[in-house]
């Protein structure tokens, strides 16, 4: 949850800066508003956690595979995410 907080408040500070969203679904919502682009957000990062958590008391070991690569992929995300926003602030 904490990695796509950080990744919504880096891509808004981007965005202001006149950069671009590249995901299409949060492309859409923040050209409707902000407030609809957090609650998609929210709404699915809560849904998936949900879905990991009831499916971890069947299959443990791939939910926790499953959860390593989210974590793995959301650090990756951000860090694209700071590295643009380096480039911006610095160019």
Not at 25 to 42: N, R
Not at 64 to 82: D, E, R, T, W
Request: glycine share 8%; hydrophobic share 55%; aromatic share 10%.
């Amino acid at each position: 949850m904490g990695l796509n907080i950080l990744d919504m408040g880096l891509t808004q500070i981007i965005l202001n800066l006149g950069g671009s969203e590249l995901n299409r679904i949060m492309q859409y919502s923040l050209s409707q508003s902000l407030g609809l682009a957090w609650c998609i957000k929210l709404i699915s990062v809560i849904a998936v956690t949900l879905v990991f958590l009831w499916c971890a008391t069947m299959h443990p070991r791939p939910i926790k595979i499953a959860f390593i690569g989210l974590i793995v992929f959301m650090s990756i995300v951000c860090l694209y995410n700071g590295i643009v926003l380096v480039k911006f602030l610095y160019h």
